[in-house]
């Protein structure tokens, strides 16, 4: 089998919601600055792309119409590269990569793009529709409930506390800051200019550093009201009735942030190394999708990464640094627990609840944060996992050349 | 033609259709009157004279709902649901052929329209409705298992828009005129007398034949499938319809499904879709249950089916009631409400008066919700004359004694009355749990003596369990079903022993429950499986608010009477160990199985894992379920067998309206029929191997599994 490599990497700032500042930016626009820098900065000739491959879970209005192809078009590149978006909810840019990685390990492609775009403060979230919630007969006889209830009711039957998330998050706050500081991500990210050749973000926009637990604290559970009176806890419960009644620990401080965002990975063969010019940053060992108990929907990274590790022969220990998506707090919890994996080898530069959640486009920011620092820690292996709607999980584990 | 319609073409060319159902004290939908509509709006349609259709009642109401004694045998039958769905449309071709008839229909609606007579209004293109409190429009169908199968899914939510549809169609909530105008179920409301009158007019005004979903370009009012409010509305919708049925009610779930697919396709298409959730339900058991038992069975106990024969109507007109506490005060309430003069006894004056100041209070929230005035409050409260007087109670028809459940005091309060009140008083007990027999020995007139068993609280439990000693005459049971019917509550009548039929039977469920905790079950796990399984509340939560002390001491003088041991069984030995050494005796001393913070939601007590330790392995859910509910079936079953309870109708109201048996079953004896009595018999007997000899089928049970013969037919 051909091995698949990672040649670089690009993402944009995240932008903070309607008031952010990538607001006005469009997402066809963000798109193509992310793919015209990877491009550019690798002097690449597009030519060589089998595909691009991008996330989008709602792709809709203005991302919608394969955003993928129109974005290649738009940023200019060569008319024979195809492109496809993929939704795999909040692993699809992960999953973008994934195949691409596929295509190139079959032998059928030599080199393509996965990544991934969700401007939410343009397209929000379920506008897409979908008969998940909304379809009587499917919403009910899949027990669904909305993923803040599952991430409730993860912290409820593992004891999860308030202080406990809220502490997570006072950590991922200060370590996103940190790394910003320190200019961790400064290799990844591109500025997003505007019309006129101004930059409009060249950081990510929703960091909080002297976030505290007291601060953290003031904040309000998000979706007790939900629970309550939608009737969402009662859903939960029939499916958990060992369960009195769910605890909501998770607010808007603990939980992954709505924001704009896009991102591309630039994978290819040994072979189109070569004919590119360019020295592969890391190798993909493995990577895997497996389907998790749908109502507390949040629970794939763990059985995702031990199909992964299995699938490369590893074990957790093998693993030198972990990026698990902060989709909410609970969720990194607990699987931290169900993986014996410390807090110092996980998420050490923060995450989503300090830097924000582009849906479609996070797998691919997360997979290039973990290979950017293990560059700087000078580390062999890593593993990238995320959470994912309706029950699932994907993980993808690199290793560095 | 079946003469349920009479047809009269006017002068200006209306054909005025009358439906008048032969010998009937009001209209319903049958099958000769869908074939008479049919027939008579194609006559008229082919009739070159005729200009309009105008459709009205030649009775009080317009039409009260669908006949459901075809439909409630369909399942006995064997229907299959692809009969039912054809069932259904054909009710859904005739309506659409009349509404798609090329002339103008109008609905001269001059009094309440329920269900299928509703869904022939909606088929119309002009409503008028009479502008009168009883003339009220809505869907009952989904309560008893069903859901409207002729247009009713479709044309409302295209009507009114899908939040009120689901207001309807799912919540079953009756539109007054107002209302239906405002919504725009209907357009014009107009004095009874005017209805007919008025849309003669309009057909001959406006006489438009084309519906809203009929004309291009029509959109669902409030928004399609993709608009925010929608999904909201569904998205909630469904999520609440999981926590209200706990997936127990097929009907509900297919109606928000035939409202949703019926919206997202052509109209005519969404016809069959709701033909096809019909059928699904008319063919499933619980549809025959809900008929059966909420709608024909519980009619029937209304009109007093059990009333013995040749006895003169009576009416209470001075009602005693001995004893001014939860109970005392809760019956003198209902009674006055309807106009009987009530004595309230106590042993003290300001006991008497908290037992009328009970109904103060229920009548100031019913003033504060706009459902009383102060002049029907001044006037009920005036019925009321709360003593401690025995002489206040001459002249009484009923006296009703509801003091502490003792024998002694019973004896000793019966004979004071019996001192005071006419030969003819019937004397009745409100006891709950001492065996009427035992109590009417003090009685000089043991004949007239009775059990009338109240539930709690009284103005809310819509059942009343009568109780019949041995000695007890048919004018006692004549006249106590008069008095029930009279304050509009549901009767069963049963034959005496301990805890009668229901608070027997219900203590099988509560002791289950407890008995799992002691086995080591989850209690969050005891409590939800109790509640997905359809019960109201849960055993413990039951326990602790009637009170583990109540248990206890019952449990105890039960022993002490039959000479038995106490604790006798593992749920005993809970309860014991809950009172004497805990000192968590229910909900009313501040702690029992849960903990009640001050301000905050009552909470299982965490002390529980400790004082019966939880198992590393835990039962299925559903295994929990069924424990549940077959301990109270196979307890009812005994009743049947030991001639407590005589008719299988008695055991299945009273154990649905008694104390919140799941009415999706039907009863319990309708469970064990809808299970299949040799299956359930299967069950016990496993259950026996399993969790001990309370599960035991007696040789009677076994031989009725043996025949195969159910409860019913």
Redesign the interface.
Known sequence: MTEAFIYDHVRSPRGRGKQGSLNPITPMDLTTQVLSALRDRNELDTSILDDVILGCVTPVGEQGANIARVAAINAKYAECVPGKQINRFCASALEAVNSAASQVMSGLSQAAIGGGVECMSRVPMGSDGGAMAIDPQTAYNSYFVPQGIGADLIATLHGFSRNDVDSYAVTSQQRAADAWKNGYFNRSVIPIFDHVGEVVLDHDETVRGDASLESLGNLKPAFAMMGDQAGFDDVAIQKYPEVEAINHVHTAGNSSGIVDGAAAVLIGSAEAGKIMGLEPRARIRSFASIGSEPTIMLTGPAPASLKALKLAGMKTTDIDLYELNEAFASVVLLYMQLLDISHDKINVNGGAIAMGHPLGATGAVVLGTLLDEMERRDLSTGLVTLCIGAGMGTATIIERV | MNNTIQYVVDQDGIALLTIDLPGMPMNVLTPELMEDLSVLTQRAAADEAVKGIVITSGKKAFIAGADIKDMVTAYDRGVSPKEAAEFSYGLNKTLRGMETCGKPVAAAINGLALGGGLEVCLACHYRVLANDTGAVLGFPEVNIGLLPGAGGTQRTPRLVGFRNAATMVLQCRNQRPEQALEMGLVHELAPVAEVVERARRWVLEKGEFEQPWDKKGFKVPGGG??HPGT?QT???????????T??NYPAP?AA??AI?EGCTTSFDAGLKIESQYFGSLLAGPVARNMMRSLFVNKGKADKLARRPEGIEKSKVRKLGILGAGMMGAGIAYVSAKVGIEVILLDTSQENAERGKAYSEGLLKKAMERGRSTEEKAAALLGLITPTTSYHDLQGCDLIIEAVFESKALKADVTAKTEAVVPETCIFASNTSTLPITGLAEASERPEQFIGLHFFSPVDKMPLVEIILGEKTNDEAIARSLDYIQQIRKTPIVVNDSRGFYTSRVFSTFTAEGITMLAEGV????I???AK?AGMPVGPLAVTDEVTLELAYKIGKETAAALGQEFPADASQRVIQKMVEDLERKGKRFGKGFYDYPEGA?K??WPGLAEQFPVSAE?PG?KELQKRLLTIQALETARCVEEGVVTHPEDGDIGSIFGWGFPPYTGGTLSYIDTVGIREFVAECDRMTETYGKRFMVSPWLRERAGNNQPFYG
């Open positions: 499938m993709m999904v569904f998205m909630v919708g469904n999520a609440l319809l999981s926590k209200n706990k997936h779930i928000q499904s949703f989850k209690p969050a796990l409590e939800n499986a997905m939601t909470h299982l835990q859910l």
